[in-house]
């Protein structure tokens, strides 16, 4: 069956040119491509050409877009940088002023402190000086009672005159401190 199929397109191909169409077909074909061609340029060539036109249009005006959107993103990066150049510099000198006022804040806490350190010394002075005083006098009571109940002791009698004992208490206690100051 091979050999039949082969045979006969020898023989096939021996009567005519396979790359040379019949003339009828050739005909038939010039007319349809010639129909095609007619359908093409009227109809679908102006659809075409108007969707190219279309699509240029549209990226013409899609870069024109694009370059003015880089042209404005350019100057807002500009603007946002001598903004940014001017928070810095406005942060610096806020910093400044900070450190400016922290110092002189810190001096006057120091004044402050020792102002009242010193009230505080001058007070506990003041305090035992008058501590001093109030227990000089206590002292000179108990040691005139203790001296006044000693002596009466001694004596026998009751020194219950309280104006003489008094003085007697003085003048006794001032000659003590007059000893003990010509001592130091």
């Given at each position: 069956?091979?050999?039949?199929?082969?045979?006969?397109?020898?023989?096939?191909?021996?009567?005519?040119?396979?790359?040379?169409?019949?003339?009828?077909?050739?005909?038939?074909?010039?007319?349809?491509?010639?129909?095609?061609?007619?359908?093409?340029?009227?109809?679908l060539l102006p659809n075409?050409?108007?969707?190219?036109?279309?699509?240029?249009?549209?990226?013409?005006?899609?870069?024109?877009?694009?370059?003015?959107?880089?042209?404005?993103?350019?100057?807002?990066?500009?603007?946002?940088?001598?903004?940014?150049?001017?928070?810095?510099?406005?942060?610096?000198?806020?910093?400044?002023?900070?450190?400016?006022?922290?110092?002189?804040?810190?001096?006057?806490?120091?004044?402050?402190?020792?102002?009242?350190?010193?009230?505080?010394?001058?007070?506990?002075?003041?305090?035992?000086?008058a501590d001093r005083k109030?227990?000089?006098?206590?002292?000179?009571?108990?040691?005139?009672?203790?001296?006044?109940?000693?002596?009466?002791?001694?004596?026998?009698?009751?020194?219950?005159?309280?104006?003489?004992?008094?003085?007697?208490?003085?003048?006794?206690?001032?000659?003590?401190?007059?000893?003990?100051?010509?001592?130091?």
């Open positions: 069956m091979i050999a039949n199929l082969v045979q006969l397109a020898a023989e096939h191909a021996e009567e005519q040119n396979p790359l040379i169409p019949p003339g009828p077909e050739l005909l038939v074909g010039a007319i349809a491509f010639a129909i095609v061609f007619f359908f093409f340029w009227k109809k075409i050409n108007k969707v190219l036109e279309e699509r240029r249009e549209a990226i013409e005006g899609g870069i024109e877009k694009a370059e003015a959107a880089q042209t404005e993103a350019q100057s807002v990066l500009e603007q946002y940088k001598a903004q940014l150049a001017e928070a810095r510099h406005e942060a610096a000198r806020l910093r400044q002023e900070a450190q400016e006022q922290g110092a002189t804040l810190i001096a006057e806490m120091r004044a402050e402190g020792q102002r009242q350190r010193e009230e505080i010394v001058a007070a506990g002075h003041a305090q035992i000086e109030a227990a000089a006098q206590s002292l000179r009571q108990d040691v005139g009672q203790l001296a006044t109940d000693l002596a009466g002791k001694l004596v026998g009698e009751s020194l219950e005159d309280h104006a003489r004992q008094s003085r007697t208490i003085d003048r006794f206690l001032d000659e003590l401190e007059e000893k003990a100051e010509a001592a130091r």
